[in-house]
């Protein structure tokens, strides 16, 4: 196992050094605090190597304290929940977990796959286009596809629970550190509803890390302050250990809330949706590394990353140390080891001097610097062991003589910090390079943003704090007008930075630009040679900033070196867009919970509970549970279907069609408005009739069929379809509410107050003239197609006269809540007369027998009425109506369309399959398809229905059906195979 | 977590008629003394929801629906109008307690502060009246009973609720 | 997600809404040509600037109204009554309040 020189110090650090915590890596038993992250334990314990980076597989060790960690990424595991390419910067450390190297094998300390290090040269960017190609791709693919990536998905359920929260706000402050804190406070003060939203488990921001005072008291003390007050403000809202990854218009913004990820009850991961007035980023800054050889080795940190290990977690990355960089910021890291017992090495700065109180800070404690100097090399393979410096030669950018190698196990690297303007890209917010402050810089936004702090490149606290409390008091301020600059007044210091980020090259050896992504310089240099120079290029060619970290570390250093290689300015190369989400956030969080039973609500009808009681196999249809059929006994589907059919033509059968949809239509303009909606005569209707209705779209389409009665003149009942029952209530309103609101009526959908039981067979008048009630149902006062209102076995009741499935049948709705109790009565008042249940597939089987259409499945986006054999009754129509027009078209009107037919297969035992397709020989194609078929019981064969090409004119002829390689030779019929007459049904 | 912080069918004879007036008539509906937008009204045994310009949720624990549909009718006997029974087909759940805004923001994104609106609460429409401060009644077709009541039961489950 | 003004019911997420194409289009009678009536039905402006929708609040109030929406930047310039008639609004708009201008018209009222 690697051993580094990373260990905890005595003292200092903010853990509870009281409470251990056990958890293992890679099968090591090892203890870190309360307090500690993984990543912090794990340089306690003095482990070097983390992982293997991911083409090449080169040892790794930790990179930085934060989100833009690049190398350590690791498989975690919490009560047996596993979880891989956790960044072990952000994972709290938990009692028991088991935290596992994943990318190499057998282990991370040695790894067969360092065999693609030896062969980089063969690995170049976009290798993979150049090579795999004999004899072809997929000869490799197998194996290409199990060595990439980082991690392998868990198996096995995953017992997170997720749940979605929305959150309204005045002002939203996105990041606690001393310039959210201070605008959240200002805000606040200002009485407005604040919501701060903190990505660390603990509010303060860099400030926690960093021994720095802020306005005059130490940063711990001016923290405490600040939090407190705002704890105790009432209309401010914070959210901890919670990120906000999205940026989305209007002021819409989402967050990943993991304060409870390692609850006692059971993972939660929380998912906020924020709607916020106005917004403030005050998101920090990501300090960039410096590019030269061998800068990958485990031992090499962030500078400001080192300095956070030591006084956050007292850990000390090494025992002895170099620092590299070419700004101030970076010498703070020298001095916090330095005064903590930890031998500096030297520090090596690429510029000629610092700031006056960084010299003096030097003085003081003795340390070495090597001015204009770069480190060029590194050494070690599982863990750093010397570092090479060369000094920069007068023209700053190539090599003098003097080489010297420094022994040290800890190199912290700057090249400056960098804002962190992801959210202000999302949001629409343009940024730019510049090149005094060598940092790329938030510039102007449409929305109603403010970025302060590091954000917007003000390093400094008094600067921070300033620009904060400014952004909090004009965002808690009602109409203040958009802000669209970012605004530069509080910016001033530039942390003296000197814009070289690139040693120049010593040797062949590779120099990284994006770790994660194992992309370097030649890759650059590569891509720049076949002219891939546009920064989206350069990206997309490199996969440079391209992995999970998404360049947090690399992008900034990628457009310097591409700056370098084309001649132009780093401010002219432009930046690839930021898109959410800032961090990966699980697609479970974004759904919230609406997961399994939870994905589509599933609407139940008025008697489901009768149903599920007595065998009802339910089954998804248009959004309802809905009785497929009703087994008995053992029997097949198949047998309860046939059983089913068989009932209600020989008996009598019990269907629940609630959601069939109705929609009353009241008011002088019903019938007018009605007539204009229908293909078919509404004006005409009596009151107490019912009358068979197409409704077509603007195109000529149908788009739903159903019946339609007059109540009275002045009152209508409309029925759809039960799965278009919305979808027409909406139809309806559009025409009235767009095109004649001058017309006089109201609409009413009344879809689910009422429960529709429909009684179909020869019996059913018996069983109905049995119950007590005020309607006459004997045939001549009752005839087919006619409504009738009254009482009915102690329930208001509505009763159409009508068939869907050839027999007699009653439609009969009675309140929803009335549906359970009155099924119960219909069943038991039945049994002497054979009564039974009957579920949606017997009773589309009994309609396909009739030959009646059902709209949607023998309908498609091309049907019209003529198609369906209506042309006489469009005819007879008087007036307009929707869709009209489009059926005076020529192509509306061709007989080579496909018309709606029968089919019946010539060959007695063969099945018709719907789906299947009519074909002609020659030339071979399809002439349409059969859109329903069923084996009928009561013909005792199998029928369909079907669209085919001038079918209206082909009855009788024999052709050929198509399904899945088998044909069979069917009769084109007219569509009624079962009482063409409908003798039953007008009975 | 609180004591019936959720009751599924709070007010299962409560009586509930969907009345509606043409919109050339909407203007009126204050001088009727019927609720502007997002607001409802009181008076006597019926309560009366606002749905939108030209429509309204009369509630009454008292009146039968008849009774209230023969009020619509007297009231609006010059005004294009129609008032329908819908007492059997809207349940009525009731969220109440110091959670109650923390659980309907779960839920939706709206503000939750109004009186009375219509929403779409964990993908169903419901109408939301608050008739106390942290007291809510959401009328909510029953076909949805069973899953709002399961979506209803894994949002409590959310330790967040009791912080 | 956009964050849509209801002329009745105030500000609500996309999510409520249903949208409903361009506005203003205005159905021919029966008797056009097959090419003005091809034009009704499946042509639209479709502009890279203002455009002028329809959308339903069909979570909400249940009523249709108009709206004018910058398709570049989403920026919503102004709302306005079904049936209404289209808003004046110059291209170039300096800085705008967060809300959008509501427009009254003489149909219902607006609260």
Redesign the interface.
């Known amino acids: 196992m690697s051993r580094s020189g990373a260990h905890r110090v005595e003292k200092g650090g903010q853990l509870d050094r009281a409470r251990k915590v056990s958890f293992t890596f890679n099968g090591r038993a090892l203890v870190g605090h309360v307090g500690d992250t993984l990543a912090s334990a794990l340089l306690a314990n003095g482990i070097s190597v983390v992982s293997r980076s991911f083409k090449y597989h080169r040892p790794r060790g930790i990179f930085s304290a934060g989100v833009e960690e690049p190398n350590a990424l690791l498989r975690v595991e919490i009560d047996g929940l596993a979880v891989p390419l956790v960044r072990a910067t952000l994972q709290p450390l938990v009692e028991g977990m088991v935290v596992t190297s994943e990318n190499c094998f057998p282990s991370v300390d040695f790894d067969l796959g360092r065999i693609f290090d030896r062969v980089h040269g063969l690995l170049p960017a976009g290798f993979y286009n150049k090579t795999f190609k004999w004899p072809n791709w997929h000869t490799y693919e197998d194996a290409v596809r199990r060595m990439a990536g980082l991690g392998t998905l868990p198996t096995g359920d995953d017992k997170t629970s997720f749940f979605r929260h929305h959150l309204r706000c005045d002002v939203l402050v996105v990041g606690a550190g001393i310039a959210g804190l201070a605008a959240a406070l200002e805000a606040s003060r200002a009485g407005a509803q604040v919501a701060l939203i903190e990505q660390d488990g603990e509010l303060g921001g860099r400030a926690l890390h960093e021994r720095v005072q802020v306005e005059g008291r130490t940063a711990k003390s001016w923290i405490d302050a600040a939090v407190s007050e705002l704890a105790r403000a009432p209309r401010v809202r914070i959210l901890k250990r919670t990120l906000v990854a999205g940026y989305y218009d209007h002021n819409v913004l989402t967050a990943l809330d993991l304060s409870d990820k390692e609850h006692p009850d059971g993972s939660v991961q929380r998912f906020w949706i924020i709607r916020a007035r106005e917004v403030v980023l005050a998101t920090g800054a990501i300090e960039q590394p410096l590019v030269f050889a061998h800068n990958d080795r485990p031992g090499i940190m962030l500078a400001g990353a080192m300095r956070t290990y030591l006084n956050r977690y007292g850990v000390a990355a090494g025992r002895r140390a170099v620092i590299a960089t070419n700004n101030d910021d970076a010498y703070r890291t020298a001095f916090d080891l330095h005064d903590a017992g930890i031998e500096v090495a030297a520090v090596v700065d690429a510029r000629t001097n610092a700031a006056r109180n960084i010299e003096e800070g030097i003085q003081q404690r003795g340390i070495k610097v090597l001015r204009s100097s770069m480190v060029v090399d590194t050494r070690g393979s599982t863990t750093l062991k010397a570092v090479a410096v060369d000094e920069l030669a007068n023209d700053g950018r190539s090599l003098g003589a003097n080489r010297v190698w420094i022994p040290c196990d800890a190199l912290a690297v700057s090249s400056g910090w960098n804002p962190t303007v992801h959210l202000y890209s999302q949001a629409g917010g343009k940024v730019r390079y510049d090149s005094s402050l060598a940092c790329i810089l938030p510039d102007n936004c449409r929305q109603r943003v403010r970025i302060v702090g590091a954000a917007n490149a003000e390093f400094a606290v008094s600067s921070a704090i300033a620009s904060g409390t400014h952004a909090g008091r004009e965002a808690a301020a009602e109409s203040r007008p958009v802000p669209r600059d970012a605004g530069r007044e509080h910016r001033s210091e530039t942390n003296g930075i000197r814009a070289v980020r690139r040693a120049p090259q010593a040797s062949a050896a590779r120099q990284w630009v994006d770790l994660l992504h194992d992309v370097t310089t030649s890759d650059i240099e590569l891509a720049v040679r076949e002219n891939f120079v546009a920064v989206e290029h350069l990206k997309r060619y490199t996969t440079n900033g391209m992995a999970v970290d998404q360049g947090k570390t690399s992008n900034l250093n990628a457009l310097a070196v591409l700056s370098d290689l084309t001649g132009r300015g780093i401010e002219t190369l432009g930046t690839t867009t930021y898109r959410p989400q800032f961090m990966p956030v699980t697609f479970g969080a974004i759904a919230g919970g609406a997961t399994g039973d939870l994905y589509v609500p599933p609407r139940h009808m008025p008697a489901h509970r009768w149903h599920v009681r007595h065998g009802a196999q339910l089954d998804d249809y248009g959004g309802w549970k809905r009785p497929a059929c009703y087994l008995r006994g053992a029997e097949t589907r198949e047998a309860a279907i046939n059983r089913e059919v068989q009932a209600v033509r020989t008996a009598l059968g019990l269907f629940e069609g609630s959601p069939l949809g109705k929609i009353e239509v009241r008011g002088p303009d019903a019938a007018r408005f009605l007539h204009r909606i229908y293909m078919n005569n509404v004006t005409s209707l009596q009151p107490g009739k019912v009358r068979y209705g197409l409704m077509l779209n603007e195109n000529g389409i149908v788009i739903d069929d159903g019946v339609f009665a007059c109540l009275s003149p002045e009152h209508y009942l409309v029925s759809t379809t039960g799965a278009n029952a919305e979808r027409i209530a909406g139809w309806l309103e559009e025409w009235h509410q767009c095109e004649w609101p001058d017309l006089d009526l109201v609409l009413m959908p009344v879809t689910t107050q009422w429960a529709v039981l429909t009684l179909a067979g020869a019996a059913a008048r018996t069983l109905l003239q049995q119950l007590p009630g005020d309607i006459d149902f004997s045939a001549a006062a009752f005839p087919h197609m006619n409504y009738r209102e009254g009482q009915l076995a102690g329930r208001r009741a509505r009763v159409q006269r009508v068939s869907f499935t050839g027999e007699l049948s009653y439609e009969i709705s009675v309140p929803a809540n009335e549906a359970e109790a009155f099924w119960d009565e219909l069943m038991q008042r039945g049994a002497q007369l054979g009564i039974a249940p009957i579920g949606l597939e017997a009773w589309l089987v009994l309609r396909l027998e009739k030959g009646f259409l059902h709209v949607g499945s023998d309908t498609d986006g091309t049907t019209n009425p003529l198609d369906l054999g209506f042309g006489a009754m469009v005819q007879k129509k008087a007036g307009d109506f929707v869709g009209r027009r489009s059926l005076l078209r020529t192509a509306d009107q061709e007989t080579s369309r496909r018309q709606f037919v029968g089919l019946e297969p010539v060959e007695a035992g063969a099945s018709l399959v719907a789906g299947a397709h009519v074909i002609s020989t020659s030339p071979k194609r399809s002439q349409g398809f059969v859109t329903s078929a069923a084996f009928s019981p009561t013909l005792g064969r199998s029928i369909g229905l079907g669209l085919l090409e001038r079918g209206h004119a082909r009855i009788d002829e024999i052709v050929t059906v198509f399904d899945e390689g088998r044909t069979l030779q069917a009769r084109v019929v007219k569509p009624a195979f079962f009482d063409p007459a409908g003798e039953r049904m007008n009975g | 977590m609180a004591d019936r912080l959720v009751e599924m069918d709070a007010h299962p004879r409560r009586a509930k008629v969907?009345l509606?007036?043409?919109?050339?008539a909407?203007?009126e509906a204050?001088r009727y003394g019927l609720p502007?937008?997002?607001e409802a009204k009181t008076s006597g045994e019926v309560t009366v929801l606002s749905?939108?310009?030209?429509?309204w949720l009369l509630v009454s624990d008292q009146l039968s629906a008849e009774k209230l549909i023969a009020m619509c009718a007297s009231e609006f006997a010059t005004v294009?109008?129609?008032a329908?029974?819908?007492?059997?087909?809207l349940n009525c759940a009731t969220v109440r307690g110091e959670t109650a805004p923390?659980l309907l923001?779960?839920g939706?994104?709206?503000?939750w502060s109004t009186r009375c609106?219509?929403?779409?609460f964990?993908?169903?429409?419901v109408v939301a009246h608050r008739h106390h401060e942290t007291s809510f009644d959401l009328y909510y077709?029953?076909?949805?009973?069973?899953?709002?009541g399961?979506?209803l039961t894994?949002?409590l489950?959310?330790?967040?609720l009791n912080r | 997600m956009l964050q849509i003004s209801c002329p009745y019911c105030g500000v609500r997420d996309e999510e409520e809404f249903r949208f409903g194409g361009e506005s203003h289009v205005t159905r021919p009678a029966l008797d056009v040509d097959d090419r003005v009536w091809a034009d009704y039905l499946f042509n639209r402006i479709n502009p890279k600037g203002i455009a002028y929708e329809r959308w339903l609040h069909s979570y909400g109030c249940g009523r249709w109204f108009n709206v004018a929406r910058d398709t570049v930047t989403h920026e919503i310039l102004a709302v306005y009554l079904m049936g209404a008639a289209k808003p004046q609004l110059s291209e170039v708009t300096p800085a705008r309040e967060a809300q959008p201008k509501r427009v009254r018209t003489s149909e219902g009222s607006l609260s």
Do not use: E
């Open positions: 969907r509606r007036i043409g919109m050339s909407a203007n204050v502007g937008m997002l749905l939108g310009p030209d429509q294009r109008h129609h329908v029974d819908v007492s059997a087909g923390a923001s779960m939706a994104g709206i503000d609106t219509r929403t779409r964990a993908a169903v429409p077709d029953r076909s949805f009973a069973d899953y709002l399961q979506w894994h949002a489950r959310d330790p967040f």
